[in-house]
């Protein structure tokens, strides 16, 4: 969602819904809707009006990891062959759960990290610096999303986490691409 818009639409197999942790899966193939819009502006606006274009996921798969209240999700991404392609810490408003689904808010920062969790990175701090210096984000709410995104990697790199041993977890071949609810679009 952005600014009470859907900004994107994924359908994903749930292969955990527990009340420690959400498990989500979208195998290759999937049909999904994304923005035509790739960049905000500065402001946080958008220079035009977006529209939602059909896209087909064409990498290995997507795991999406989420406890519940955290202001992230961890995903492994995997290669055409399975393998671990890198993990990458989405920060986010918490899931919230709806009739057809779960919705989020992207807050702009993410974290990649090396699929051996060796070493990781930030992503898109140059967004976060745009969005604080336009007046969207308090550098407060930055220093805060910088301390969320080090606990997440600190909890991926413990080995004791909720996160642990879903490097090794395969999706059931016989599971069918996920496809859209009819009614996707409701708010």
Not at 70 to 80: G, K, P
Not at 84 to 112: C, K, M, S
């Amino acid at each position: 969602m952005w600014q009470g818009r859907i900004w994107e639409a994924r359908p994903e197999i749930v292969v955990q819904d527990s009340p420690e942790l959400l498990a989500f899966y979208m195998p290759p193939g999937t049909l999904l809707k994304e923005t035509s819009v790739k960049r905000l502006e500065p402001t946080g606006a958008v220079r035009k009006a977006w529209r939602l274009n059909d896209v087909t996921w064409r990498f290995g798969g997507k795991l999406r990891l989420s406890v519940p209240g955290r202001a992230y999700s961890v995903i492994l991404l995997r290669n055409s062959d399975g393998s671990p392609h890198e993990w990458y810490i989405n920060l986010e408003q918490p899931l919230q759960r709806t009739e057809i689904g779960f919705d989020y808010a992207d807050e702009v920062l993410d974290v990649i990290v090396a699929p051996d969790l060796s070493r990781w990175r930030w992503e898109d701090e140059d967004e976060l610096a745009e969005v604080v210096s336009a007046g969207l984000f308090s550098e407060k709410h930055a220093i805060a999303l910088h301390a969320e995104g080090r606990a997440a990697v600190a909890a991926l790199q413990s080995g004791k986490s909720v996160f642990s041993g879903w490097e090794n977890w395969r999706p059931d071949p016989s599971w069918p691409v996920p496809v859209l609810s009819a009614d996707w679009d409701t708010l």
